[in-house]
């Protein structure tokens, strides 16, 4: 059974920090590449940053390039995003992704709230 758990979400002031987690089981993770994407109510899922298998490449939106960086751990199954310099704009539901071929995978998000 596939699952993705994602967690870390939650309120945070402007200027904040912090660090999403998404721990996977069920598939060979390893082969996959790792992405965030984030939606607000009534708005299509934006994809946020990106990681390769390996973790040898990474990509990010230019809105968030500097502020958030994506890593992985091969060993426990996770993706991470850690987000530093937060802003009200950054408020969403986060979602983790896996992809391979045709293979695609989502968990279930996790709310991000920016506010003072």
């Known amino acids: 059974q596939v699952q993705l758990v994602e967690s870390g979400g939650g309120l945070v002031q402007p200027g904040g920090s912090l660090r999403l987690s998404c721990a996977s089981s069920?598939?060979?993770?390893?082969?996959?590449?790792m992405k965030w994407y984030r939606q607000a109510p009534g708005e299509e899922r934006e994809l946020v940053a990106a990681?390769?298998?390996?973790?040898?490449?990474?990509n990010y939106i230019d809105s968030v390039k500097g502020r958030f960086t994506i890593s992985r751990d091969n060993a426990k199954n996770t993706v991470y995003l850690q987000m530093n310099s937060l802003k009200p704009e950054d408020t969403d539901v986060y979602y983790c992704?896996?992809?391979?071929?045709?293979?695609?995978?989502w968990g279930q998000g996790t709310q991000v709230t920016v506010s003072s």
């Open positions: 992704n896996a992809k391979l071929v045709y293979y695609e995978y």
């Open positions: 069920g598939f060979s993770f390893s082969n996959y590449a």
């Open positions: 990681i390769n298998s390996v973790g040898s490449i990474t």
